[in-house]
């Protein structure tokens, strides 16, 4: 299905059509895009909202599709967000393939695409940026000091421009969830934070953007990562309560795979993400290891009993 591109006709809304089911409109412009939402919910509609990077994969698109199924209108907004990378990392070589994004978007029925570009999200003097506190500063925060204060922020700005009704959200990025509904909580955004499950590929590594950058080898030893996040749910369910216990063993086998650094792995058990000692309740495992050159995260939630 061929994505409609339409920038720059004359009269605002300049590039609005009424979605057709011929694939989804790309929209470009900030106030096309507004226009497109006033109009949805002056007739009624919900809408619901999608953020991404592009380079999608089954977890953006479940996120999409849970999107349809609670909401009139779907937009899925693709913007690489140069103010969530640091200097060191890889904004310029992050995937970008804006058109077979489309193709996959179309497939799914989705009803508008938003791709900013760089200028119209930040002006030149652009200076305002959302601080979420220490939430922000612990786990991703101690390796990508600046990470979540660039994802606040783009976040913010996308649900000003789309004021969605439900915003959706992977768990795989487990923190990037609990900065957004600090966020909203705290800045009485009105908007649904919907949280939606981490999806994987067949062997259990969590689906990411990222995982393209893994050489075959590197794939791999990647799977490693979910498998030691089993291993601590099944100590879990077998009643053991140390979490150093857990984590030693966790380490221990993703050891055993060799070549992966583990930055942390971390036992969490509320929206505070204060550390826990025992698991004595719901608790999030979540990790980051460098897998060859390339950083993964993932989570999962154990001790639910
Ligand atoms: O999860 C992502 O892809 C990004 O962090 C987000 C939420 C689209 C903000 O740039």
Not at 83 to 97: G, H, I, K, L, V
Not at 155 to 164: G, H, T
């Amino acid at each position: 299905m061929r994505p409609t591109i339409s920038e720059s006709a004359p009269k605002k809304p300049r590039d609005w059509r009424e979605p057709t089911g011929d694939g989804p409109q790309l929209l470009v412009e900030s106030e096309v895009v507004r226009a497109a939402v006033r109009k949805a919910r002056q007739a009624g509609k919900s809408v619901g909202l999608v953020p991404t990077m592009g380079a999608l994969h089954e977890g953006h698109l479940s996120l999409l599709e849970t999107a349809k199924t609670e909401c009139d209108l779907s937009i899925v907004s693709i913007f690489v967000n140069p103010t969530q990378f640091s200097p060191q990392e890889d904004f310029r070589n992050y995937p970008r393939d804006l058109t077979r994004d489309m193709e996959l978007l179309g497939r799914l029925g989705c009803d508008i695409v938003f791709a900013p570009t760089n200028d119209a999200m930040y002006a030149p003097n652009h200076a305002t940026s959302v601080d979420v506190g220490p939430i922000g500063q612990m786990l991703e925060g101690e390796f990508r000091p600046t990470h979540f204060r660039g994802v606040a922020t783009i976040v913010l700005k996308l649900f000003q421009l789309v004021s969605a009704d439900r915003a959706y959200f992977g768990r795989k990025d487990y923190q990037q969830t609990i900065v957004v509904r600090q966020m909203v909580a705290d800045l009485d955004v009105p908007i649904d934070v919907r949280v939606c499950p981490t999806v994987r590929e067949a062997d259990g590594l969590a689906m990411s953007s990222r995982n393209v950058y893994l050489s075959a080898d590197d794939r791999r030893r990647a799977v490693v990562l979910s498998k030691s996040l089993l291993l601590a749910e099944q100590l879990a369910n077998s009643g053991e309560r140390d979490v150093a216990t857990i984590r030693r063993l966790m380490q221990q086998e993703i050891d055993n795979v060799g070549g992966i650094n583990v930055q942390y792995i971390a036992f969490v058990a509320d929206a505070t993400l204060t550390p826990v000692a025992r698991i004595d309740g719901p608790t999030t495992v979540a990790l980051a290891a460098i897998v060859g050159n390339t950083r993964l995260i993932d989570n999962m939630l154990i001790g639910v009993t």
